[in-house]
């Protein structure tokens, strides 16, 4: 099984998932934070099972497809949602899982301190449903296999 890992930082559940599963991960992250993930690839012996590239995932050509994309709070960062999602439908393979977690925010208007976090952060944060209308309109929400939880 080929895994995409969306913004994996350290890499642990890149890792993870290669030892524990024996899948194949392409791990991406925007940018190096430090040589720690190229340090523990090696160290975990895992350099045949996981990729560790440096790219954005919007400009990572849909060339390769993947049976499962997996993200752990990475979403936020990317403020073009209804491209991101399109463009993670085109690198899944037909049938593929999107499995991710994210930062949210509720439907009813924040308080201004929040507001004011967001905007200094940067972040772009959806409500649940949000969501749920953005993974339709790329067509993402079509498996039996669908679920959407707010944690
Ligand atoms: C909060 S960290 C989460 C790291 C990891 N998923 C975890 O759970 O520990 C955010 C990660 O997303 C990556 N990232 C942010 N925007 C990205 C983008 N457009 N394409 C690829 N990776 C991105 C950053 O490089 C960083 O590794």
């Excluded at 890992?5 to 350290?10: A, T």
């Excluded at 390769?64 to 709070?73: G, L, M, P, T």
């Excluded at 993670?88 to 439907?107: I, Q």
Aim: glycine share 8%; aromatic share 8%; charged share 20%.
């Amino acid at each position: 099984m080929r895994v995409l890992d969306v913004g994996c930082g350290l890499g642990g559940s890149a890792f993870l998932m290669a030892r524990e599963h024996g899948v194949s991960v392409h791990a991406l992250m925007s940018r190096p934070i430090c040589s720690l993930a190229p340090e523990r690839l090696r160290s975990q012996g895992l350099v045949s099972q996981v990729t560790l590239e440096h790219v954005d995932v919007l400009a990572l050509p849909a060339t390769s497809r993947y049976d499962v994309i997996y993200s752990r709070d990475v979403f936020l960062h990317i403020h073009d949602k209804p491209r991101l999602m399109e463009h993670l439908h085109s690198l899944l393979k037909p049938g593929g899982l999107l499995f991710f977690t994210d930062y949210g925010r509720g439907a009813s208007m924040p308080s201004s301190e929040f507001v004011a976090y967001i905007e200094q952060r940067q972040y772009d944060l959806r409500t649940v449903n949000g969501y749920r209308v953005l993974l339709e309109q790329a067509a993402l929400w079509k498996s039996s296999r669908r679920t959407i939880r707010r944690i």
